[in-house]
């Protein structure tokens, strides 16, 4: 029996670029693809964000990625003022935060009880006559000039409670719990801290075969590979993948044999650590040369569809495109192509499975 997949569909409101983003169909690999400035890493930030349930820290990450903010210090009103300031830019229209900022939505289309609903205002922190801590919405008037208000952030999945969280990452009344569901490789990869966690992960476990295979897409004479730590930073706990190759009596940094392999470990790695979840790859095809792309969408697709993950990838690459088409081709009803593009100031998205996939890219008609 087919396992159901995360996301069968899409929409993302008031996030970002996306006034109302609508895609009806999304499948299990998803490439996808727009001119610079269309939102393609927003696309894949807002499902960041769906996995995790709103939480703060995976929006303070999203921010400090694109340098729009720094971990805030301890809450005093200055520094709520400046959150906001930073906050907004995930926000569509990036207005300034007045009494509450209009909301941020994501889910699947038609699904009240999966949509994921985040909004960010000013709120008072009061004591009750049982001494119980609550907050309400602060009131800009002249009468409360010398209440010290500070930003949260109220998330609510469907029907379920509201969680509000304070945005110096104290959250109150609930701890921020576990709750992320996917793994996003960004454009220049992992750090060698979360290389080191996922290898360990799948370390003496039937895993590791499918990252040797990946890596044997580029170098056929790939044998082993392990992490040891990193001779040359020796006061660290920095680790570095290395390779067994061919007839080589000593293995070498996986690096020396081309950024490629590095990404290519780096990608598989977060695959085989993703069952059950969602993978996001920024720009998927960075470093890896156009005549292994179509094994590696293979190798992708194969694996996908075994362990049960959903992939979400971006790519500027035609190349990528052409690739992802042929190993589409081969998993029928596997494959969606998200074009997005920009019609008079609206980001839209066209949906491309992988028939009209195969139409487009046969008689040259740009789907970039």
Not at 80 to 105: E, M, T
């Given at each position: 029996m087919?396992t159901p997949l995360?996301m ?7 996030f970002r670029a996306?006034?109302?983003?609508r895609?009806?169909r999304l499948g ?6 727009g ?9 894949l930030e807002a499902?960041w964000?769906y ?12 921010l400090e ?10 809450s ?5 003022q400046?959150?906001?300031s930073?906050?907004?830019s995930?926000?569509?229209g990036?207005k ?5 900022l209009?909301s941020i939505?994501i ?14 205002g ?17 009131q800009?008037?002249d009468d409360?000039t010398?209440d010290?208000p ?10 379920q409670?509201?969680i509000?969280?304070r945005l110096?990452?104290r959250?109150?009344?609930s ?5 992320e ?11 060698p801290d979360?290389?080191?966690?996922l290898?360990?992960?799948i370390s ?8 040797l ?14 992490l040891?730590?990193?001779?040359y930073?020796?006061?660290t ?15 070498i940094p996986l690096?020396?044999l081309?950024?490629g392999?590095?990404?290519l470990?780096g990608?598989t ?6 069952k ?5 790859l920024?720009?998927v095809?960075s470093?890896?040369?156009y005549s292994v ?6 190798l ?7 362990l049960n993950v959903?992939?979400f990838?971006?790519t500027h ?9 042929h190993a589409?081709?081969?998993n029928?009803?596997?494959?969606v192509?998200?074009?997005l593009?920009n ?6 998205a066209t949906?491309?499975?992988e028939?009209?996939l195969?139409?487009?890219?046969r ?5 970039r």
């Amino acid at each position: 029996m087919e396992t159901p997949l995360a996301m069968d569909s899409l929409r993302i409101r008031g996030f970002r670029a996306f006034d109302d983003l609508r895609v009806p169909r999304l499948g299990r690999v998803n490439l996808i693809v727009g001119k610079n400035n269309v939102g393609k890493s927003s696309f894949l930030e807002a499902l960041w964000l769906y996995a995790s349930q709103g939480m703060p820290s995976i929006m303070w990450q999203i921010l400090e990625a694109r340098d729009e903010g720094r971990a805030p210090r301890p809450s005093l009103v200055r520094d709520s003022q400046d959150q906001a300031s930073v906050v907004k830019s995930l926000f569509y229209g990036r207005k300034d935060i007045d009494r509450q900022l209009g909301s941020i939505q994501i889910g699947p289309l038609d699904s009240a009880d999966r949509l994921l609903t985040m909004s960010v205002g000013w709120y008072l922190v009061h004591t009750d006559e049982e001494g119980a801590r609550q907050l309400r919405l602060f009131q800009f008037d002249d009468d409360n000039t010398s209440d010290h208000p500070v930003l949260c952030l109220s998330v609510r999945l469907g029907t379920q409670p509201e969680i509000i969280y304070r945005l110096d990452r104290r959250p109150f009344g609930s701890q921020e719990s576990e709750r992320e569901r996917c793994l996003f490789v960004v454009a220049n990869g992992m750090t060698p801290d979360e290389v080191g966690q996922l290898w360990d992960s799948i370390s003496l476990t039937d895993l590791e075969q499918d990252v040797l295979e990946s890596l044997r897409i580029i170098a056929p004479e790939v044998e082993r590979l392990n992490l040891i730590n990193n001779p040359y930073s020796p006061r660290t706990r920095e680790r570095i993948p290395i390779a067994k190759i061919g007839s080589i009596p000593e293995p070498i940094p996986l690096r020396s044999l081309g950024e490629g392999m590095n990404r290519l470990f780096g990608t598989t790695l977060a695959l085989v650590n993703s069952k059950n979840r969602m993978l996001l790859l920024d720009e998927v095809e960075s470093g890896l040369h156009y005549s292994v792309q179509p094994d590696v969408w293979r190798l992708i697709f194969k694996t996908a569809h075994r362990l049960n993950v959903q992939v979400f990838a971006t790519t500027h690459s035609m190349d990528c495109i052409e690739a992802f088409q042929h190993a589409a081709e081969e998993n029928e009803e596997e494959g969606v192509l998200i074009r997005l593009e920009n019609e008079s100031g609206l980001i839209v998205a066209t949906e491309f499975d992988e028939r009209r996939l195969g139409i487009a890219t046969r008689e040259e008609i740009e789907v970039r």
